[in-house]
């Protein structure tokens, strides 16, 4: 798909091109962009496993194992805001490059919703949620191609790659733990680095001139990537409001092996899992676990200023 709509967007420049003059008297040269955005998301797909939890939604009766409902939860973590600077040199009136620095916060999303599941005899029952939020540097080099100046107004598209270059997938889970001789309140915050990855993105936009060298912006940007984890690491954890990352409690060993996972492609009797090798699992090493992908695809409206130097 990356692949067709980067070809259409080629040839939908080169046809707009050929129907131009040659008589633009458009400046060229360098220029820098500063601009806000605001993204939809695009291409929802289903969340991965957090924590051995499967991404939905699900209410028990009030015995704890008998499931009233079950919705899966869907999303992307392209919708939010992106603010960035972007340097360009122009070339001609026809043709230029950008280079631009952004920093994105995704919103947040659910990934996993619990309602009175019973997890223990005693009984103990578990409430809560899993809600994540996507933070990222990227850097996305492009080619522009200038459509002609018309009444101040000069249109044009770009196409180009999207490349990270920092970033995390933040999750908060809260868990209400109920027991017979009261509740504990357990909050938890992972954060997941991810691997190397490369998007696209594809732009159409205008300036409007306010001056020989200033002008305003609109752009919208269709882009189209996904990343995999590549590790993470419990930051913190909590019950009560007291710190318990590294403790022994109830509902967890706070080994090293818990509060860190290495991601890989498969698990099997090798792996430091305790799924596939309970009897070889080593608590004080971190933990192997299936790597799981999330989207960052969306669709944005950004809105800033030109100045050409």
């Known amino acids: ?39 939809l998301q695009t291409a929802a797909t289903e969340f991965p496993v957090v924590s051995g939890s499967l991404p939905n939604t699900d ?58 599941r019973l997890i223990a005899a005693g009984p103990v029952f578990v409430t809560g949620n899993a809600i994540g939020t996507i933070s990222a540097f990227d850097v996305a080099p492009a080619v522009v191609l200038f459509l002609g100046e018309s009444k101040g107004f000069e249109p044009y598209t770009k196409v180009g790659v999207i490349v990270p270059v920092h970033g995390d997938l933040e999750i908060e889970t809260t868990r209400k733990y109920t027991t017979p001789v009261g509740t504990v309140d357990a909050f938890t915050v992972e954060k997941v680095l991810p691997n190397p990855t490369v998007g696209f993105m594809a732009v159409v936009g205008t300036t409007y001139k306010l001056g020989k060298n ?33 403790a022994t409690t109830s509902f967890r060993d706070g080994s ?9 492609e498969k698990i099997d009797t090798n792996s430091n899992s305790k799924v596939t090798n309970s ?8 933990s192997d676990d299936i790597s799981s992908y999330v989207g960052i695809s969306g669709l944005g409206l950004t809105l800033g200023l030109k100045y050409n130097l």
Do not use: P
């Open 59 to 116: 209410v028990y009766a009030a015995n704890g194992t008998t499931l009233i409902s079950r919705e899966t939860n869907h999303g992307s973590f392209g919708e939010g805001f992106r603010t960035g600077i972007t340097g360009g040199y122009r070339f001609n009136a026809r043709i230029g490059v950008e280079v631009g620095v952004n920093y994105f916060k995704s919103s947040s999303k659910t990934m996993v919703e619990t309602t009175n």
């Open 256 to 264: 090293y092996a818990e509060n860190h996972v290495n991601y890989v």
């Open 279 to 286: 009897s070889g699992f080593d608590r004080t090493k971190a």
């Open 1 to 39: 798909m990356k692949k067709n709509l980067f070809i259409l967007g080629m040839m939908a420049c080169s046809m707009t091109m050929l129907g131009q003059t040659k008589d633009d008297t458009t400046d060229k040269g360098w220029y820098v962009k500063l601009g806000g955005s605001y993204f």
């Open 214 to 246: 200033l002008s305003v912006f609109g752009e919208l940007e269709y882009r189209n990537f996904t990343v995999h984890g590549k590790s993470k690491e419990t930051k913190s954890y909590t019950e009560n409001g007291v710190d318990q990352l590294n």
